[in-house]
């Protein structure tokens, strides 16, 4: 199974339409948005795909968010954080600002990936029987060069992709 996985993207709306339509054109039908998505108008973007939502710090309209995406269908799911079970692997995702969070999930050896958001940087890190997953940031302050990634479920590839090479497509 092929995911999506996008975080931090912080009221960019040109950013989050080139990466939608981009991920229609691929095929890949899932997302995992690890918040911070600031303003729950974006979320439009993202009708017809399965969205899957952490409520980062910089969601202050959490309600909002979470009725928009379940307006788009039943199986699109928003929270603090989520247990999913997706491709056959365990997956725990939260924003990233919740640290002990993600500690207890990599401490407990239940999941085949813990994804985050929140640091703005890149990163695939095995952790005990696990994966640290962040796949960078979409908007807000930039340390890197403005990414999000795929996680095939199958092969267990974690793929950066960095948001300028969509614009030389």
């Known amino acids: 199974m092929q995911i999506a996985v996008i975080s931090?993207?912080?009221?960019?709306?040109?950013?989050?339409?080139v990466v939608a339509d981009w991920l229609r054109?691929?095929?890949?039908g899932?997302?995992?948005?690890?918040?911070?998505?600031?303003?729950?108008?974006?979320?439009?973007?993202?009708?017809?795909?399965?969205?899957?939502y952490a409520f980062g710090n910089g969601d202050h309209a959490s309600g909002e968010i979470l009725e928009k995406l379940q307006s788009f269908g039943?199986?699109?799911q928003a929270g603090i954080h989520l247990?999913?079970?997706?491709?056959?692997?365990?997956?725990?995702?939260?924003?990233?600002?919740?640290i002990h969070l993600i500690e207890k999930a990599l401490a407990s050896g239940n999941y085949d990936y813990v994804i985050q958001?929140?640091?703005h940087r890149f990163c695939d890190r095995s952790q005990g029987v696990g994966r640290l997953l962040n796949p960078g940031a979409l908007g807000g302050t930039q340390y890197e060069p403005r990414s999000f990634a795929t996680l095939n479920t199958e092969?267990?590839?974690?793929?950066?992709?960095?948001?300028?090479?969509l614009l030389d497509a």
């Open 8 to 17: 931090d993207t912080h009221n960019q709306l040109e950013r989050i339409q």
């Open 83 to 98: 247990d999913l079970n997706l491709g056959g692997r365990k997956i725990f995702v939260t924003h990233g600002h919740r």
């Open 74 to 76: 039943a199986e699109n």
């Open 117 to 119: 958001g929140h640091t």
């Open 155 to 165: 092969t267990d590839e974690f793929t950066k992709i960095l948001y300028e090479s």
């Open 30 to 52: 899932t997302i995992i948005h690890c918040g911070d998505l600031t303003d729950p108008e974006l979320l439009a973007y993202l009708d017809g795909l399965q969205v899957f």
């Open 25 to 28: 054109k691929q095929k890949i």
